[in-house]
């Protein structure tokens, strides 16, 4: 069982950068895939950016590439997204997810609660 809880969110200006935290509860951790989503007002749930579990391995949405870097510290138990060059069609609320292995679907066992993120032009 992993509980996960989101942080970093806020209001930002366009070009600006913001950094999200995602803090996991349980031992197991270390053992999982992790992955950060998206959801927007009237959108569905995108993917974003996902990490293997040991954090060789990385994953971007095409949207992101370039301008978001996923990583994680599994002795602190925390996976993180930085976010440069943010723009206005980066807001949403973004999500936290943890499961076996990696998938561009939100189909993780584990989520977070979300944390908004708005990006002012």
């Known amino acids: 069982q992993v509980q996960l809880g989101e942080s970093g969110g806020g209001l930002v200006q366009a070009g600006g950068s913001l950094r999200l935290s995602c803090a996991a509860s349980?031992?197991?951790?270390?053992?999982?895939?992790m992955g950060w989503f998206r959801q927007a007002p009237g959108k569905e749930r995108e993917f974003v950016a996902a990490i293997t579990w040991l954090g060789r391995t990385t994953y971007y949405a095409d949207s992101v590439k370039g301008r978001f870097t996923i990583s994680r510290d599994n002795a602190k138990n925390t996976m993180y997204l930085q976010m440069n060059s943010l723009k206005p069609e980066d807001t949403a609320v973004y999500y936290c997810?943890?499961?076996?292995?990696?998938?561009?679907?939100?189909?993780?066992?584990?989520w977070g609660q979300g944390t908004q993120v708005t990006v002012s032009s």
């Open positions: 997810a943890a499961g076996p292995r990696i998938v561009t679907a939100p189909a993780y066992d584990y």
């Open positions: 349980g031992r197991t951790f270390s053992s999982y895939a």
